[in-house]
């Protein structure tokens, strides 16, 4: 089903109505992105694209961007929740399998977000081997430490370009350990070319890959989620404990042929779910 969005603005903010399957809950908080939070209001937070945003769900196909206008909204917050791809039919093709149309009914509602992919790809050097409050702290002190400082105290989260000026002993202050040297190699093969991200988003995704594993610390599961959180390949397929988990138990042959094509939002659908339910 289409989104053919409605309009109502109050003072600064933009109210938009008639948007299908997104649950800010389930999205914001599946593990894909780390710097959501919520505020005591229970707006959902964050620097995104180096600007403050905040936004609310007032039911389930309303949603109000703070601060924000209908050209912000059509030119960048469409993109960055995928509003243009019709989650309604890949979901209902994934409801011939009976694990994902358990997972679909228990969490309508997850989006694929379209991230910054240099953010995406440094988040996720950052996630290996680490537990997500960690990770998010992390994130935290590398936006404090090396980001632009904002209007409301909050930080952006800082360029490859910048980063590639450090030594991986600069980001002591992070603390993010022996994963300091993989984020100053990354950020010096970005800045300069050598792995062109931009570049990247039109390769086939097995090149795609191929030129996130020239970065030292990239293996095939970072690089997975850099394509599919960062680059927009819904088709790539990180593989971590829990999806190892989900393979073993319930795919043994690989994931149903209804995935095909999109095996990036089956997985966090099937991820989400499988890590938030005690049986199975």
């Known amino acids: 089903?289409?989104?053919?969005?409605?309009?109502?603005?109050?003072?600064?903010?933009?109210?938009?109505?008639?948007?299908?399957?997104?649950?800010?809950?389930?999205?914001?908080?599946?593990?894909?992105?780390?710097?959501?939070?919520?505020?005591?209001?229970?707006?959902?937070?964050?620097?995104?694209?180096?600007?403050?945003?905040?936004?609310?769900?007032?039911?389930?196909?309303t949603i109000t961007f703070y601060n924000c206008t209908k050209s912000e909204f059509n030119n960048f917050w469409t993109n960055y929740f995928d509003l243009n791809r019709d989650y309604d039919e890949i979901l209902n093709c994934y409801k011939e399998d009976k694990y994902l149309s358990r997972a679909i009914n228990e969490y309508y509602g997850i989006r694929i977000l379209n991230q910054d992919s240099w953010e995406a790809l440094c988040s996720f050097?950052?996630?290996?081997?680490?537990?997500?409050?960690?990770?998010?702290?992390?994130?935290?002190?590398?936006?404090?430490?090396?980001?632009?400082?904002?209007?409301n105290g909050t930080y952006s989260f800082p360029s490859a370009e910048r980063l590639a000026k450090l030594s991986p002993e600069d980001l002591s202050p992070i603390r993010a350990g022996f994963r300091n040297k993989y984020?100053?190699?990354?950020?010096?093969?970005?800045?300069?070319?050598?792995?062109?991200?931009?570049?990247i988003k039109k390769l086939p995704l097995d090149k795609a890959e191929a030129e996130l594993l020239k970065i030292k610390g990239v293996g095939p599961k970072v690089a997975q989620c850099a394509l599919l959180y960062g680059c927009?390949?819904?088709?790539?397929?990180?593989?971590?404990?829990?999806?190892?988990?989900?393979?073993?138990?319930?795919?043994?042959?690989?994931?149903?042929?209804?995935?095909?094509?999109?095996?990036?939002?089956?997985?966090q659908y099937l991820f989400h779910w499988r890590r938030n339910t005690n049986s199975i």
């Not at 903010?13 to 229970?42: A, M, P």
């Not at 050097?125 to 990770?135: E, K, L, T, V």
Request: overall charge negative.
């Open 183 to 199: 984020i100053i190699d990354a950020a010096r093969k970005v800045a300069s070319g050598e792995v062109d991200l931009e570049a």
């Open 1 to 61: 089903m289409a989104n053919i969005f409605t309009f109502e603005n109050n003072n600064c903010n933009l109210t938009v109505k008639n948007i299908h399957c997104l649950n800010l809950d389930y999205t914001l908080d599946c593990g894909q992105s780390f710097r959501w939070e919520k505020n005591n209001v229970d707006h959902w937070c964050a620097v995104v694209n180096g600007k403050y945003a905040e936004i609310s769900q007032e039911a389930s196909d």
């Open 232 to 267: 927009s390949k819904v088709d790539a397929f990180p593989i971590d404990v829990w999806v190892k988990r989900i393979i073993s138990e319930l795919y043994p042959s690989g994931l149903p042929k209804c995935a095909c094509g999109t095996k990036g939002i089956a997985q």
């Open 125 to 151: 050097i950052i996630s290996q081997n680490n537990n997500i409050p960690r990770i998010k702290s992390i994130i935290d002190r590398l936006c404090e430490n090396y980001g632009d400082k904002l209007p």
